[in-house]
């Protein structure tokens, strides 16, 4: 199975969280949108931007495309999703892959495509 990985998958990674890592490792050759690469980046703290966007370099970058607006259009119409998130499951409809993510509020798995790898634990 193709992946695309959500935003949070990657930022769950960058923090440590033992289990993203874990499922990580495992995966091969995941992909991300081009709006994911974007919101990580946005989300770096002064001097991490460098090293971050070299370790996004690693993952296959899907750009934006017709197809792929034109879907967002659709899912953003049909189950009102936030115009980044009909971006990156557009992206993955249309590229034949399945989205992983923990975002199981605006992705549930009714909307097809869609993964949910693990959960974290809540702090105590």
């Known amino acids: 199975m193709m992946l695309l990985l959500d935003t949070n998958i990657l930022i769950d990674v960058l923090r440590g969280e033992a ?3 874990a499922w990580l490792e495992q995966q ?3 992909h991300i949108s081009v709006i994911t690469w974007i919101e990580v980046l946005v989300g770096c703290r002064n001097g991490e931007a460098s090293r971050v966007q070299g370790w996004l370099e690693s ?3 899907l750009p934006l495309d ?3 607006a034109a ?3 659709r899912l953003r119409q ?3 999703l936030k115009i980044p998130d009909a971006i990156i499951l557009a992206t993955a409809h249309c590229g034949d892959f399945s989205l992983a ?3 199981v509020k605006d992705f549930p798995l009714a909307l097809g495509g869609v993964v949910h790898p693990y959960r974290l634990e809540p702090a105590r």
């Open 101 to 103: 993510t923990r975002n």
């Open 66 to 68: 017709g197809a792929i």
């Open 59 to 61: 993952f296959p970058r």
């Open 19 to 21: 289990v993203a890592l």
């Open 78 to 80: 049909r189950h009102g």
């Open 71 to 73: 879907q967002t259009v």
């Open 28 to 30: 091969q050759q995941p």
